[in-house]
């Protein structure tokens, strides 16, 4: 499932939610169909398996 813009996640991609919390992709599964990211937020919190990235949107591209 991409993001809401469209692309398909990459590891460094830095993404926003749609509260506007900015992080980075720290790691990226593919289960069952779904993308599930950990993403280092900017305030130093590590979240873990999100899975619905449509909620996500793409900042900048990363070059992992």
Do not use: C, H
Not at 15 to 20: C, D, L, S, T
């Amino acid at each position: 499932m991409p993001y809401a813009t469209g692309e398909t996640p990459k590891v460094g991609d830095r993404v926003e939610n749609e509260a506007g919390q900015a992080g980075t992709v720290k790691g990226l599964e593919f289960d069952q169909g779904n993308y599930e990211l950990s993403i280092k937020w900017d305030e130093g919190v590590f979240g873990i398996r999100y899975s619905i990235t449509e909620e996500f949107r793409l900042i900048t591209r990363g070059q992992g």
